[in-house]
Structures are given as C-alpha cells and as structure tokens.
C-alpha cells in the first residue's frame, strides 16, 4: 500500500456541534476535499474556518474524476471524501471511487461519523438487532408498491430513505404493500431544530403526516417493524388473501409458489397453509 490515503469522512446531518475533532483535523490536514456539492460542502467548511482545497465527486462524474484523484494520491497527496450530509456512498456517491482507490493500491480509511438511519433506527423503538437498509425506494408509484410489496413478508425491521414531496405517497404505498396495521415510525429532520418522530401503524403515521403540512418538509426515515415470523397456517391477512385467490385458480403447489412471490412467505409456510385449507 501507498502512503498516501483516501479518507472517508462523515459529516454533520444538521446539528453542527456533531462534527468530530478527527473530522476538522483531517479536512485541515489533506491535500484535498472531494465533495458532493462544493458549494454545500463550502458552507461547512467556512463555518469551521478550513481552506482546503475542493473538488466535486458526484453522481454525474465520479467515473471521471476518479483518475485525478488517483493521480494526486500517486503523488503522495492525502485526500479526504465528503457528501452533502453524513456518512459518504450511505445511498450517496462513492462507492466507484472508493474501489478503484483500493484496486490502485491506496489505503482507504474511515472516519464514522453521523449517519441518519443509524440515528434514526436507534431512537425509533423498532427493532434493532436485525435490520436491512433500502435507500430510497423507487420513484414511479407502480415501481414503489412492487418493491414494498416484495419486502412484505421480511421479519427483519425495514428502513428506508424518503423525499418530502413523496413521503404521503410512499407511505400509501407501504399500508398496502405491508397492511393498514403494520408498525411505523418515521424520523424527521434529525438532529435539527424540528426534529420529529412519528410511530403508529401504518395507517395512523399516514394520517398524522396527511393531516399536518409541517410533518411533510425536510428528509425523512422510515422504519418498518418486520413481519412476524410466520408458522405454518398462521398468515397475515394479506399474505392469507392472496392465498386464497391463487387457490381459486391454481394447484395447491402452483398457489404457494406464486403467493411466495408477491408476499415474500416462505413457500413451504404457504404450502402447509394451503394444505390445511384443504
């Protein structure tokens, strides 16, 4: 490995006292900054009073200035990477960088930091010790309820990035793909001013967050508690509905096996389920 590092560096979400000591220490110290929006990133660098040098790395042009970065890197330049808000390639760019970074040779270290879904997921009172990240589900509405509709069945606890302008009609979208009754908590403009958390079933987060325009501005988690762990012939509602409108058309075998994928049951669960319909 090369001296020179690629440091990865989380920053503040919103409340700024968040920042770290090693964070200032490195972002005075490198050689660069590679940033998101060097503009953005300008606002928390002139509050800490650092003149690093920048560069912006983003969605639209990571692949390109790869190879510059590399090349400073070769020259024996530290270089520090930051994205608008929290943890870098956390449903942020990145992530192409930093591999060709290592493929070059380089050390990539990280600097942890703010990251919203851990700080969301640990005050949420959903659980913890299982959970898997989504980032942000897909933007067209039939693309959004098929993705939440193939996550129904998960037992582990669902977390999710989301927009304010489509916070109502993704949460719509999750009371049916995973039920009116299914437990919610979003978290909303963490660590700010506004900070909020809103929990309930599905359909109750829903109506408070319809009900009340301020609950529909800043960035959004959502967290959704998993599916019971299901036994056999013990279905949720939906998971029992489809099931029985399969059944009405299908094998025994085909039914569970069809059902298995719009709900994401276990197939077996399902099958012994169809069973005892029978």
């Given at each position: ?149 193939a996550l129904a069945g998960e037992n582990r606890t669902l977390v999710f990035y989301e927009s304010p302008h489509r916070i109502v009609d993704s949460l719509k979208d999750i009371v049916a793909a995973f039920g009116a009754g299914r437990p919610v908590v979003i978290a909303r403009e ?89």
């Open positions: 490995m090369s001296e020179a590092v690629l440091y990865v560096v989380a920053t503040p979400i919103g409340n700024l006292e968040d920042m770290t000591p090693r964070a200032l220490r490195i972002l005075e110290s490198v050689a660069l900054i590679a940033a998101e929006d060097t503009r953005h990133s300008g606002r928390l660098l002139s509050h800490f009073n650092i003149k690093t040098p920048m560069i912006a790395v983003h969605d639209h042009n990571e692949r390109q200035q790869q190879q510059k970065i590399i090349e400073k890197l070769q020259q024996g330049s530290d270089i520090a990477l930051i994205s608008d808000a929290g943890t870098p390639l956390i449903s942020d760019p990145g992530f192409i960088l930093v591999r060709e970074v290592r493929a070059a040779g380089f050390s990539v270290v990280p600097l942890p930091g703010c990251c919203a879904l851990i700080a969301a997921l640990c005050a949420s009172g959903v659980p913890s010790d299982r959970f898997i990240f989504e980032g942000f589900p897909p933007a067209k509405s039939q693309q959004r309820l098929n993705f939440f509709t963490l660590t700010k001013t506004f900070e909020t958390f809103i929990s309930g079933s599905a359909a109750e987060v829903l109506a408070q967050v319809e009900a009340d325009p301020n609950q529909r501005k800043g960035e959004f988690v959502v967290m959704v508690e998993g599916a019971p762990q299901q036994d056999a012939g013990l279905l949720d509602p939906r998971s029992s509905e489809v099931l029985d409108i399969l059944l009405e058309e299908l094998s025994l075998k085909q039914a569970a096996a069809l059902a298995a994928k719009i709900t994401g049951v276990k197939k077996k669960v399902l099958y012994q389920a169809a069973l005892d319909r029978k």
